[in-house]
């Protein structure tokens, strides 16, 4: 089946660096890839969707200056947490669907990014 | 905008017994889709069944299936069985149709359900 990996699966940063977290799609192509973010015992909140090629469209509330995402390839998408802050920490999951297949098709989600800035 | 309401933070089910869960959802869309999802503690989202607005006929896959009321904007899941391996966060999520004009949206999730398997 459709797989989405993830990268990293974790990390630790210090306040006011950057980190950047990669989302593949390995065995099919994705135009389209959407990053979520889910605090602990929470939902998922859909930040933003990439889209490849063209620039991404961001959720009411999210800082599109704080959370930079490119997708510059059918295959990657990468979302980039800039300066970041403690209140940034945060589960973040990104998903994708296969170029060409219809909406009742499921969104194939990746493993997560558990951030803890310090 | 569309809202997705998961009235039940936690249910609690003796294994082997069924449990249902209940969502309930608020659009203006007549097409849509609407799923659930499974996250277990390593917080994989694992996709346990969908199901399509223009079909009146309910989803099942083994031991889950759910109970569509598009009138009343109702979307629950009931699961046979209960296993412990069914333990985990389960997510009602709508997401529009093409049709509708949205472009690729993504999920709207709802707060999810906390299930829980007493062995």
């Known amino acids: 089946g459709a797989v989405v990996s993830q990268h990293p699966s974790w990390v630790i940063c210090k306040s006011g660096t950057s980190v950047k977290i990669e989302c593949r799609s390995l065995?099919?192509?994705?135009?389209?890839m959407f990053w979520y973010r889910q605090f602990p015992k929470q939902s998922l909140m859909l930040m933003a969707t990439?889209?490849?090629?063209?620039?991404?469209?961001?959720e009411q509330g999210v800082e599109k200056d704080k959370f930079l995402i490119n997708h510059a390839s059918l295959t990657l998408s990468t979302l980039t947490v800039t300066s970041a802050h403690p209140e940034d920490s945060s589960f973040y999951i990104c998903?994708?669907?296969?170029?060409?297949?219809?909406?009742?098709?499921?969104?194939?989600f990746g493993n997560g990014t558990r951030l803890t800035v310090t | 905008a569309q809202t997705v309401t998961q009235s039940q933070p936690e249910m609690s089910v003796q294994e082997a017994e069924t449990v249902t869960l209940s969502c309930t959802y608020d659009?203006?869309?007549?097409?849509?889709?609407l799923f659930w999802y499974k996250q277990p503690p390593s917080r994989q989202m694992i996709l346990v069944i969908r199901?399509?607005?223009?079909?009146?006929q309910n989803a099942t896959e083994n031991r889950f299936s759910v109970n569509f009321q598009k009138a009343a904007k109702s979307f629950s899941l009931k699961i046979s069985d209960s296993q412990l391996g069914d333990a985990a966060m389960y997510f009602c999520?709508?997401?529009?149709?093409?049709?509708?004009?949205?472009?690729?949206?993504?999920?709207?999730f709802g707060k999810g359900t906390h299930l829980i398997i007493q062995p």
């Open positions: 065995d099919f192509q994705a135009t389209t």
């Open positions: 998903s994708a669907t296969e170029a060409g297949v219809t909406y009742n098709s499921p969104l194939h």
């Open positions: 659009t203006s869309e007549s097409d849509y889709y």
């Open positions: 990439s889209n490849e090629g063209s620039k991404a469209t961001y």
């Open positions: 999520a709508y997401r529009s149709s093409m049709y509708s004009g949205g472009g690729a949206d993504g999920l709207t």
């Open positions: 199901q399509e607005a223009y079909k009146q």
